[in-house]
């Protein structure tokens, strides 16, 4: 266990993904980690399993982020299982692509509710809540940036998970709790993989100067960074863990 084994990790969407391997690396590096998801427990159970056969503790934990009432209950029940929460990694979201003039407001109103929405709601609970110390990590995307066509509402989703990332850093003065953003660029996650094409898989790891796909532990390391103590005196910063792309 490291110096960071007192301290309490909600990790939002971590059954899977980026969020897997963000909640396994804080598990090994000593956290306490609630494992969030926000419908299947069976893999977020198999990976607080997993997380505690490697030698840490680990919760499951379900909320769907896009409910208030819900993210609530998740800080509630962290504090009482634990005592209190230290980091918010805001892993959670949802990606819909479409032209504008194809968008349908059903999936417009979903990207607002889990990627924006959602992100607010948890904010606004450890803004409330984080103890000294502490330390948020919010989840952009390389595309605000890329501005690629068909994720012009994924990307405003993100642009304002930025922006609130920017003003809630400045709002908790005092406080002695960083707020952060990383934003990643293609990643080789079953989400990012599915459907795509090969020609289109092996086109996108060319993009970045390093010539590969970014992978889940590369991001899961970049938030490693940001909630351990040598980035104490990073704040209010959006980190692009790209390899260059953009």
Known sequence: MSSQSNKVAIVTGASR????AIAQRLGRDGFTVLVNYSGDAVPAEALVEQIEAAGGRARAAQADVSDPAAVRRLFDAAEAAFGGVDVLVNNAGIMA???????????????IAVNLKGTF????????RLRSGGRIVNFSSSVVGLYQPTYGVYAATKAGAEALTHILSKELRGRNITVN????????TDLFLKGKPQAVVDHLSKLAPLERLGEPEDIAN?????????????NGQILRANGGIV
């Open 17 to 20: 993904g980026i969020g897997a």
């Open 181 to 188: 953003a990383v934003a990643p660029g293609p990643t080789a």
């Open 97 to 111: 692509l479409a032209n504008l003039a194809e968008m349908g407001d059903d999936a417009f109103d979903r990207l």
């Open 121 to 128: 709601n948890t904010l606004r609970e450890a803004a409330k």
């Open 222 to 234: 970049t938030v490693a960074f940001l909630v351990g103590p040598d980035a104490g005196w990073i």
